[in-house]
């Protein structure tokens, strides 16, 4: 139970981070929504992986 905790509290605080980093992109004035839409695709794979291996992938 423990264990399940920690994973889902790391992976949160970890899609956090990703989130905010993407988001302060958007704030500047000089780079536009197609400047950084790559980003957003590259870090909604990025959680999507991470959530998958801490969640589905048990072989």
Do not use: C, H, Q
């Not at 139970?1 to 905010?20: R, Y």
């Not at 704030?27 to 969640?55: C, H, Q």
């Amino acid at each position: 139970m423990l264990n399940k905790i920690t994973t889902l509290l790391g992976s949160g605080l970890a899609a956090l981070f990703l989130i905010g980093l993407a988001t302060t992109l958007t704030r500047s004035s000089m780079i536009g929504f197609w400047d950084i839409l790559p980003v957003y695709i590259l870090m909604a794979v990025a959680i999507y992986m991470m959530f998958y291996e801490a969640f589905f992938d048990k072989n």
